[in-house]
């Protein structure tokens, strides 16, 4: 009954703002959400009751009721400090409590033939296009989150890139909340027509206090389009997020995923991709936990025509009572044949309360295929602490330096100099233990 209760208020409270969303006089998405609000109203936010869901309980979400935010509420931003998370060398489009904000963005440069368009704008300038792709990649009953976001997301960005265009530059997308007790909710569409390349980086950063991000994001990749998407989650140790990325590939597309959860009190990430014949897809990701952070990621790659490739790494280093969860899932159709797939998850534990729950699933219909996945969870290996220390090496920094030597794998296989060093001095400063130097790296 409380469960209920709390649905019934998240409902109450969201539906007073419903006039104020954007697309509203938009009638196919207008139905949209009414779909999608019925249905959160009948299920509400996910329970352990769920399979997918068996690891995270999200019911402090329900109780702590986290407000929306109206764009004449957002709060102020310390430009100095928001300038840390900009990336120079790209395109940015700063998100301040979900909703868009010109000023603190900057698109000069960018092809005249490229949309990058705040969600708003998009619905009243494109609409019929949305219409195209807005929750075809992902429905409204996958889970409660994407019901919930479906029915009242109050922004995001719609990224356009036409046929054989290949972006000098990546576009950054930084989702920043600044006030405590709120919730950002965005959605995003990207599409690459046929043949056209980009790079996207997504950053969420924000206050110290209790707030929680909710970001959908749907992508569409057309024949042999080229996408590479970061995503680097940094949010304050009292934050909840829900990120979910849903991909469709078109034949012979290519799609790298760098998921790097960093932050946040308990954070779930969603990345799923459906691959059409010899479509290739690659996902890495690094997740740290400390101190009672929460955080899981699961993975769904459905391979459903012949020839195409997946290959995916996860890496986990967890200290003090921090619990991650991974779970991977590979589905090969019956017509999928020559499919190529490995999945692989490690895990590093640095404390004896620190815990881990992996599961990886692999689902083969068809019989001429190459799947394979692989797990491992455990503490540093004695004999490799000793080598180091028979070289003069102190037992602690031995530690140290095979911890970041595990963790730094992920971080190299950043192309863009820029985000690396970022990600790599956010590592220095997340990182569990101390006395860490970055010349070993």
């Known amino acids: ?41 009948a299920h509400g936010f996910p ?67 490229v949309s990058v368009l705040d969600m708003s704008s998009a619905l009243e300038q494109q609409a019929d296009l949305l219409e195209k792709y807005f929750a075809q990649a992902v429905d409204s009953k996958e889970h409660g989150f994407v019901a919930f976001n479906a029915a009242w997301f109050n922004g995001g960005l719609f ?61 569409f990749l057309s ?9 680097l989650q940094m ?54 936990g400390v101190k009672r952070q929460h955080i899981d990621n699961h993975t769904r790659i459905n391979h459903l025509q012949p020839h195409a490739i997946s290959h995916e790494l996860y890496k986990g280093v967890l200290n003090q009572r921090a619990r991650g969860v991974f779970q991977g899932r590979v589905l090969v159709a019956e017509q999928a044949q020559k499919t190529d797939s490995m999945m692989n998850n490690r895990n590093l534990l640095l404390s004896d309360d620190a815990e881990v729950d992996t599961k990886p699933q692999l689902e083969i219909y068809a019989d001429d295929v190459k799947c394979a996945h692989g797990v491992t969870v455990g503490q540093l290996d004695e004999q490799s602490i000793f080598y180091l220390q028979s070289r003069c090496v102190d037992e602690q920094t031995a530690k140290n330096m095979l911890t970041f030597a595990f963790a730094n794998e ?24 101390a006395g860490i130097e970055q010349d070993w790296l």
């Open 159 to 219: 990224l356009h890139v036409p046929a054989k265009e290949v972006l000098a530059k990546p576009i950054q997308i930084l989702h920043v909340v600044t006030q405590a007790n709120f919730m950002a909710n965005t959605r995003d569409i990207i599409v690459l027509e046929e043949s056209a390349e980009a790079k996207v980086v997504e950053t969420f950063i924000g206050c110290d206090e209790a707030y929680c991000s909710a970001a959908v994001m749907e992508v």
């Open 223 to 231: 024949q042999n389009a080229d996408l590479t998407l970061y995503k």
């Open 47 to 113: 329970s352990l009751r769920e399979e997918e869901w068996r690891y995270t309980n999200v019911s402090a979400i329900e109780k702590k009721l986290f407000s929306p935010v109206s764009s004449t509420e957002i709060g102020a931003i310390e430009i100095d400090s928001l300038n840390q998370h900009i990336m120079q060398d790209a395109w940015s489009v700063v998100l301040v409590d979900g909703h868009f904000s010109e000023s603190l963005s900057s698109l000069q440069g960018i092809p005249e033939s």
């Open 410 to 433: 992920m971080v190299e296989k950043i192309k863009l100099p820029e985000l690396h060093n970022i990600v790599l001095e956010q590592l220095l400063v997340r990182f569990p233990q």
């Open 235 to 288: 949010e304050g140790e009292k934050a909840y997020h829900f990120g979910g990325t849903y991909v469709k590939q078109a034949r012979d597309s290519r799609f790298q995923h760098h998921n790097f959860a960093f932050g946040g009190l308990l954070a779930r990430n969603d990345i799923h991709t459906d691959l059409e014949q010899a479509a290739e897809c690659d996902l890495n990701g690094l997740y740290l």
């Open 1 to 41: 009954m409380g469960a209920e209760h709390k649905i019934s208020q998240y409902f109450a409270e969201y539906e007073k703002f419903t006039d104020a969303l954007p697309g509203q006089s938009v009638a196919w998405l207008k139905a949209l959400r009414q779909d999608a609000a019925k249905q959160f109203s």
